[in-house]
């Protein structure tokens, strides 16, 4: 059964995507920064905010002191614009790039551990919320979710808070078969447009030209879905441990052009979707 | 039989069969949440519709007519159905009986100010 809508007055102003997984490992953060940086590099105004509150690390790829964190403003201790550090001067984008960090302490992490399904219901609510803001009052073009893989509650929030989920896979049986649990379970559920993005393919396996088109145009029927890309596994990328914003700092990297690829795609994909509805 | 009496069994059929299409869709909307429930350690626990907060996993749980409303409504906060049938598309009289279905299962609570009637959820 699918069950496909979208709330009205929801995607007008702006884009929301949410970057996900079944299983950790996939790249998700670091594509989810860089694919922030490339839409802020080309001139959109972008927020990324990290909902991986169990495993933080978007603040390993931002340096930043912010004032509060995404667990103050869901504890209603704040707005989303106090969680917010604009590092656009610091990596020269064109457009905008917001951050907004998690706390990372065990503290806090443990504290989110405790929450109940009423606090959950909140975040629920406040996330909706988050995105009039972001929108109207501060300009934003697209928000990026980065999550924690998985089914867990700040996941499927910012699934639900998404006009477009995009789910990271590598290529592996379990991978697919969790992913495809994930789209009937969750996404489907919920009406999520979705995609399918390949990421740290073995060299070996990456086919070129047709080749990839072709295994695209399989694994795409396989799920359902439309595949946005294949990015093959780069050993300095892994070794790097997520430290660099390719797309920022090394734009002639094979990763960075990956990157500006599914960034063309996805404006490409999102702009016929606005056009259709 | 007439005519009339076999078109009579026909249309019984079908609603018969679209029953049990129901029937289905809301057994597996059943397993995905207890599936979904028990991935979040709430394995065990009994569904009972009427005091589950209007979180994500309850809204995976409703039929998706009514998704559609709860989710309009967990952005608005507090908003009448013209105002959710604005968010959704839907008409009005269409998001009223949903609002409605969704008070009476607990999900929300309602209010009037002057002419217009408030639908909300609890606690916010």
């Known amino acids: 059964m699918t069950s496909t809508f979208t709330l009205r007055g929801s995607n007008i102003l702006g884009k929301t995507l949410t970057i996900h997984s079944y299983k950790g490992g996939t790249g998700k953060t670091s594509i989810a920064a860089n694919l922030a940086a490339s839409y802020a590099k080309n001139g959109s105004d972008v927020c990324i905010l990290d909902y991986d509150f169990r495993a933080p690390s978007m603040q390993v790829l931002f340096k930043g002191k912010p004032k509060n964190y995404l667990n103050d403003f869901l504890d209603e201790k704040c707005d989303i614009s106090d969680v917010l550090i604009d590092v656009t001067r610091k990596n020269k984008t064109k457009g905008k790039l917001l951050v907004g960090l998690t706390g990372h302490s065990t503290k806090t992490m443990r504290e989110i551990m405790t929450k109940d399904r009423k606090w959950e219901m909140k975040a629920l609510h406040l996330t909706l919320s988050a995105k009039a803001t972001l929108y109207k009052d501060l300009n934003v073009d697209y928000i990026i979710f980065d999550t924690s893989p998985g089914m867990h509650y700040s996941s499927i929030n910012a699934i639900a808070a998404s006009d477009f989920a995009l789910l990271v896979t590598k290529l592996d049986e379990f991978d697919f078969e969790g992913t495809k649990e994930l789209i009937n379970g969750i996404y489907d559920v919920l009406g999520r447009k979705t995609g399918i993005l390949l990421n740290k393919i073995p060299t070996m396996h990456v086919p070129i030209g047709d080749g990839q088109k072709k295994l695209e145009e399989k694994l795409g029927r396989s799920f359902n879905f439309p595949i946005f890309g294949m990015i093959p596994c780069y050993c300095d990328v892994q070794a790097d441990g997520g430290k660099t914003i390719y797309t920022l700092q090394k734009p002639n990297h094979p990763f960075s052009q990956s990157i500006e690829q599914l960034t063309e795609k996805l404006e490409d994909y999102l702009g016929k979707l606005d056009s259709s509805e | 039989m007439t005519n009339e009496e076999l078109k009579i069994i026909e249309l019984l059929k079908k609603i018969n069969s679209t029953l049990e ?100 959820i609890e606690g916010e």
């Open chain 2, 21 to 120: 299409s129901l029937s289905n869709k809301v057994e597996k909307s059943i397993k995905i949440q207890e599936d979904f429930l028990g991935r979040l350690g709430h394995k065990g626990k009994t569904l009972d519709l009427d005091e589950m907060p209007l979180d994500v996993a309850t809204l995976l749980y409703l039929p998706d007519h009514l998704r559609k409303t709860a989710l309009a409504i967990s952005e608005l906060k507090e908003a009448t159905a013209s105002e959710v049938s604005e968010k959704t598309g839907r008409v009005r009289a269409a998001e009223s009986d949903y609002l409605n279905q969704l008070v009476s299962q607990g999900h929300l609570k309602k209010k009037r100010k002057g002419h217009d009637v408030y639908f909300y």
